[in-house]
């Protein structure tokens, strides 16, 4: 229990690890200057869990309209990354359900999610985590075996 007056709050999101035949893979970027943790920072596309709603659906759902990329999950077990946020006003406690997918079809369009600021394919080989949310490399790194190469 804390007691320096923080909010506390628990956060379950998933992602989608989305892999192309040419071994790139989706990130996008946030859109989000009241959540300086987020803001600007690429990462896999995904977002919170509706009230009742199937992770494997949210999933798909997600990444449809951060970037209007259509996927097929290449497992429905998804990895785990868990961590702990200190922000100026509560403690976040975010949990992150990581899904292995591959591109089925559409093209990369950010215009439906005014937290995206941006999406592209990139080098599986040549991420730059730096500029990365956190949470990115660790699921990037249990999700590796998934390459379609």
């Known amino acids: 229990m804390k007691c320096d007056g923080k909010k506390q ?11 192309d035949v040419n071994n790139k893979v989706l990130l996008s ?16 596309p995904g977002g919170g869990m509706e009230f009742g709603e199937d992770p494997i659906e949210t999933v798909k759902r997600e990444v449809k309209e951060e970037t209007g990329i259509d996927i097929e999950l290449l497992s429905e ?4 990354h868990s961590s702990n946020l200190s922000m100026p006003e509560e403690d976040i406690h975010l949990v992150v359900l990581g ?19 941006d999406a592209k394919w990139c080098d599986a080989e040549k991420i730059d985590f730096s500029v ?7 699921i990037f790194k249990k999700l590796q075996e998934y390459r379609l190469l």
């Open 9 to 19: 709050k628990r956060i379950v999101a998933v992602v989608g690890v989305v892999f």
């Open 29 to 44: 970027q946030r859109n989000q200057p009241q959540t300086p943790y987020a803001h600007d920072k690429w990462q896999f």
């Open 77 to 80: 077990k998804p990895v785990l």
């Open 99 to 117: 899904f292995p997918a591959r591109y089925v079809s559409g093209e990369i369009n950010v215009s439906a999610d005014s937290e995206t600021k």
């Open 132 to 138: 990365c949310i956190p949470e990115a490399e660790p």
